[in-house]
Each structure stands twice: as structure tokens, then as C-alpha cells.
């Protein structure tokens, strides 16, 4: 995993910054019943999305929370008061105390499948009767566009995706939530291009094919040898999913 201390400032400007923000801002809060109450942002990151979500459903007291210092000093920034630091498998908060809680772009980056039912549980158990979960899933698959690119890496060795839709899903449904919607957007600007592939390839963004190994470098080589170099290819497209936790009355959803 990267260390996001480091990434922290060029974050937001190497992963599509305010467009992108904007599109999943306007997706999630498309998946939020539209009332007021409270919303957990966890894994909030640099705080670019969670700003816009306080910004765009004023109704809601909007809560960040992320386990790297550098990360929750950004987010502060934007979100004076309002940022906690936190590890996402054991959140500081009450059960029951949120209307909505939402988790951005976090859980593909888990490797331990218990951490990924450990976050969803806790998710789960922070939320009120009638409450809304929000996730992003499937977040290496958006990323494969048809591309002269994509077909290069067809090849590489890719892990167990964390955050299928179906793991995510089974996971929710064990700790009593139903699934309550799906949309997805576009991560304006986010088009791979050879050139910043193989940049991505050195820094070891692709986890099973760590900088300066020889096959590492095969794939970099292939890239090299494609045309237009500098082009971006098609955005890719990120899925979100919805669940619900049943309100009091309504049962758990569970046989």
C-alpha cells in the first residue's frame, strides 16, 4: 500500500482533483435520502469529496474521518472542527449515530478480507435505523476502458478484487443491511495515457507487479512501443452501491 502520508499533497492533483470530486460528490449524495441528520465520511482522505458533500446537502453535519495524520490535516483544513483521526476498523462513535455514512475509494485498498467485512461492519453498526450506507466497489475494474492499454496489461497478475460488488454486498447483507441502490460516474480526466502508466507501473501502483521487477519492466516496455504517448485514453468509470439499514419495525432483513 502507498504511504499516503507522502501522497497527501500531491493527492488530489494526481487522481483528478475537483472534477473528480464533483462527479462522485453529485453520485453519492444522489444515494442519500434527502433530509436532515448526520453524515460520516470515513476515510476521508484529503477532505476534497467531504467538503462537497457538507457544501451540497446543507441539512446534513457532515463528520470526516482517516487514519493518516497528514490526510486528516488537509481534510481539517477544509472542514475546520468537523475531521477526526480514526482507524476505520474500530470507529470512535456511538452506535447508531449517523444518518448516512459514506466510504470513498477505501475499501479496494485493504488486502486482509477481515478488514474489508470489519470496515462494512463498522459502517454498519455506526448507522440509525433507516440509515444509508455508501460505497465505492469494483475500483480496479473502472479503470479497464477498452483501451490499446488495457489490452497490454490483460496479462498482468491481478489479486482477488477487496471490494467486489458481491463481497461488499454479502458483507453488508450479514451485518443486517439492504441493498438500496447503485449509480455510477466518471473520473473526469483520470484517462491513462502509455506515458503515465509506466510512471504508475515504477511506483508500484499496480500490487502485484512491485517497481523494478523484470516483469514490471516487460509490461513498461510494451507500453513504450504504443502510439501517442501523451494521449489520455477513455476516463475510466466508478461503480457505487447503496444499503440500508431497515428502520425500527422493518426488521433486519435477515431469515
Known amino acids: 500500500m502507498l504511504d499516503y502520508d507522502d501522497e497527501a499533497d500531491a493527492y488530489d492533483a494526481s487522481r483528478g482533483g475537483e472534477a473528480r470530486a464533483a462527479a462522485a460528490t453529485e453520485a453519492v449524495l444522489g444515494l442519500i435520502p434527502q433530509r436532515p441528520g448526520r453524515l460520516l465520511d470515513v476515510a476521508c482522505g484529503t477532505g476534497i469529496v467531504t467538503r462537497r458533500l457538507a457544501a451540497g446537502r446543507p441539512g446534513l453535519r457532515v463528520t470526516g474521518a482517516d487514519l493518516t495524520p497528514a490526510m486528516v490535516r488537509m481534510a481539517g483544513a477544509r472542514l475546520p472542527g468537523a475531521v477526526v483521526r480514526a482507524d476505520s476498523r474500530r470507529l470512535p462513535f456511538r452506535s447508531g449515530s449517523f444518518d448516512a455514512v459514506t466510504s470513498i475509494w477505501l475499501l479496494h485498498l485493504l488486502d486482509d478480507p477481515a478488514d474489508v467485512r470489519a470496515v462494512v461492519a463498522e459502517c454498519a453498526r455506526v448507522l440509525r435505523p433507516g440509515g444509508v450506507y455508501v460505497t465505492t466497489v469494483d475500483k480496479a475494474a473502472a479503470h479497464d476502458a477498452g483501451s490499446d492499454i488495457d489490452a497490454v496489461l490483460a496479462a498482468r497478475p491481478r489479486r482477488p478484487a477487496p471490494d467486489a460488488a458481491g463481497t461488499v454486498t454479502a458483507h453488508a447483507v450479514g451485518v443486517g443491511l439492504r441493498p438500496a441502490g447503485h ?3 466518471r473520473g473526469v480526466g483520470q484517462g491513462r495515457s502509455p506515458r503515465t502508466t509506466i510512471a504508475d507501473l515504477r511506483r508500484g501502483w499496480f ?11 516487460e509490461f513498461a516496455a510494451h507500453l513504450s512501443r504504443l502510439p501517442d504517448q501523451d494521449r489520455p485514453r477513455p476516463d475510466p468509470v466508478f461503480a457505487i452501491r447503496a444499503f440500508r439499514r431497515p428502520a425500527t419495525g422493518e ?3 435477515t431469515a
Do not use: A, N, V, Y
Not at 500490487?207 to 519492466?217: D, S, V
Open 207 to 217: 500490487t502485484q507487479l512491485p517497481p523494478g521487477e523484470p516483469r514490471t519492466e
Open 251 to 253: 426488521g433486519d432483513g
Open 183 to 185: 449509480t455510477s460516474f
